[in-house]
T-cell receptor, first 114, second 110 residues
Framework: AQSVAQPEDQVNVAEGNPLTVKCTYS??????LFWYVQYPNRGLQFLLK??????LVKGSYGFEAEFNKSQTSFHLKKPSALVSDSALYFC????????????FGRGTSLIVHP | EPEVTQTPSHQVTQMGQEVILRCVPI?????FYWYRQILGQKVEFLVS????????KSEIFDDQFSVERPDGSNFTLKIRSTKLEDSAMYFC????????FGPGTRLTVT
């Protein structure tokens, strides 16, 4: 079985400050991990994914995420937040030994204040 | 850049009515998916479709749901007799492996 948890419903950060959106996962085997972003009235847009290799993954719009196997986490980060980063962020996981169907978290609303 | 498109963006229907949600996947993709998100809850997998048949489905995807690829471009989700609890955002996705998502259709059942 595979599952993912996003412990924060909402994250508030001031523009220019670093941001972190948390995600932890559970899989039987090895994980493929994803972050998606949803802007208002838009679909889920792919940000980045971890498959293997370097634990720090860089993605779109200056975002990055760090895979931590011991803590089973894949937190999304950005060094300097923009107001335009305000959106709903979803973490997803799938087991490399399982189906191609990713399991999503419930999402975290990121609000960046000017 | 090609995108998955969905119509309508918002559908309001009465309980017990049938609805069809439409999707146009990205043209060279082989896998098609439907997900839904009840307001404030997780994005939940409903069904995947490959080679003109269902490849996987979740427990949510019961007999009231069906999917179809009626022609070479469209991918539809039909809900035969809608219930209040079917109110959700429905996302279509397509991909070779990892899905690209459409903007969603908000279904409101009254």
């Amino acid at each position: 079985a595979q599952s993912v948890a996003q412990p924060e419903d909402q994250v508030n950060v001031a523009e220019g400050n670093p941001l972190t959106v948390k995600c932890t996962y559970s899989v039987s085997g090895n994980p493929y991990l994803f972050w998606y972003v949803q802007y208002p009235n838009r679909g889920l847009q792919f940000l980045l994914k971890y498959i293997t290799g370097d634990n720090l993954v860089k993605g779109s719009y200056g975002f990055e995420a760090e895979f931590n196997k011991s803590q089973t986490s894949f937190h999304l980060k950005k060094p300097s937040a923009l107001v335009s980063d305000s959106a709903l962020y979803f973490c997803a996981v799938r087991d490399t030994g399982g189906s191609y169907i990713p399991t999503f978290g419930r999402g975290t609303s990121l609000i960046v204040h000017p | 850049e090609p995108e998955v498109t969905q119509t309508p963006s918002h559908q309001v229907t009465q309980m017990g009515q049938e609805v069809i949600l439409r999707c146009v996947p990205i043209s060279n993709h082989l896998y098609f998916y439907w997900y839904r998100q009840i307001l404030g809850q997780k994005v939940e997998f409903l069904v995947s479709f490959y080679n003109n048949e269902i490849s996987e489905k979740s427990e949510i995807f019961d007999d009231q749901f069906s999917v179809e690829r009626p022609d070479g471009s469209n991918f539809t989700l039909k809900i035969r007799s809608t219930k209040l609890e079917d109110s959700a955002m429905y996302f279509c996705a397509s991909g070779d492996r990892d899905p690209d998502f459409g903007p969603g259709t908000r279904l409101t059942v009254t």
